[in-house]
């Protein structure tokens, strides 16, 4: 025998096994050093069958307010349990509850699971930034909420919105306000075409016809700053009181709403008041989205090139999109509106911001 192995041989271990005897070892032997690490792990999450369901309607600093079975008198502080990880959590998320589900205060209950979205309400910081981020989840219809004037109307912010619509699967709605300092009807011309409907609404006025299109229903609301977007909540719903800001001097609102929240109707139903923004990035919608969301192209649009923008000639020369005008199945004012938003999802010559 070597001096290595007779030199462990001569060695007693705790066990009482001379080192020399490793080979009489198996997997019987082995010891498992008790602490961090020894409890096996499972994928398998608890079922909490016992779950509530709950609509979320804030969000605050990791804590999400929510509203048990959509009711706003039933209203509940929650955390994201452990078991969830990261999943993202946002204002009209259905989601289940499981803890102290009382409401009372210093109570807090768990986020358990979130339900499938019927649709989302998505943009990204511009059209170069791969992080998309969800604004609103389950709102049936985007208010898309712009001024007559004071500021002035962009019908390129309009169309980005209405792509993030047919993208996410939300019904657009237009609602013009300040329509006392300007009329309606050009801008309205511009949409004829898309088959939008459309609000007009004045600050001397009640809502009424909004008032009516909202009932019963999760809106989203969204617009730059100061077309009037936080005024008009505060009258929908009183109890709001959202602060809201005077248009500055170079026509540029400023910020008042600064998170997403989730306001009951008196009639029933939701309204969802987003921050204002200066830019809606489109990164994460493709063309066929847009298309797709036009039933009477999108099986023609399947029979187009691959790569095909759906733009027409001279960028897209085999668009199929083309026949379905020539066929007379839809009308050329349709197809021009549809590729006015393919060309606003593009970029069309940059982000198109509020300010511009």
Excluded at 26 to 48: A, C, F, L, N, Q
Excluded at 93 to 98: K, N, Q
Excluded at 102 to 123: E, Q, W, Y
Aim: charged share 25%; glycine share 12%; proline share 6%.
């Amino acid at each position: 025998m070597g001096s290595f192995d007779q030199a462990w041989s001569d060695r007693e271990d705790v066990g009482g096994l001379g080192r020399g005897d490793w080979r009489r070892l198996d997997e019987s032997d082995v010891r498992v050093r008790p602490g961090k690490g020894t409890r096996p792990r499972s994928k398998r999450r608890p079922e909490h069958a016992d779950a509530v369901t709950a609509m979320v309607i804030g969000k605050d600093r990791g804590r999400w307010t929510c509203a048990v079975d959509s009711d706003p008198d039933r209203v509940v502080m929650a955390m994201r349990a452990r078991e969830m990880g990261r999943v993202s959590v946002v204002v009209g998320d259905m989601v289940g509850l499981v803890g102290d589900v009382s409401g009372r205060p210093d109570t807090l209950a768990r986020i358990v699971r979130v339900d499938d979205r019927t649709s989302v309400l998505r943009r990204t910081a511009d059209d170069t930034d791969p992080y998309e981020r969800v604004v609103v989840a389950n709102a049936a219809q985007l208010l898309i909420v712009t001024s007559l004037a004071d500021p002035p109307p962009r019908p390129g912010f309009i169309d980005r919105c209405l792509v993030a619509c047919y993208a996410g699967g939300l019904e657009p709605v237009l609602c013009l306000t300040k329509s006392d300092l300007a009329s309606p009807d050009s801008l309205l011309a511009g949409y004829a075409g898309l088959d939008v409907p459309a609000i007009v609404t004045r600050h001397d006025e009640e809502p009424t016809g909004l008032r009516e299109r909202l009932a019963g229903r999760i809106t989203a609301l969204v617009g730059h700053s100061g077309v009037g977007k936080s005024t008009l909540v505060n009258r929908l719903v009183p109890a709001a009181e959202l602060a809201t800001g005077d248009v500055s001097s170079v026509g540029k609102g400023r910020h008042t709403s600064v998170a997403a929240v989730a306001l009951p109707l008196a009639g029933g139903g939701w309204v969802v008041d987003t921050p204002g923004v200066r830019s809606f990035g489109l990164a994460h919608v493709t063309a066929d989205d847009i298309v797709n969301a036009f039933e009477e192209f999108a099986e023609a649009a399947e029979e187009c090139p691959p790569n095909c923008g759906h733009l027409g000639p001279p960028e897209d020369p085999d668009c199929a999109l083309d026949d379905v005008v020539a066929d007379g199945n839809a009308g050329p004012e349709r197809l021009a509106s549809l590729r006015r938003l393919l060309v606003s999802r593009a970029g069309g010559g940059g982000e198109i911001r509020a300010e511009s």
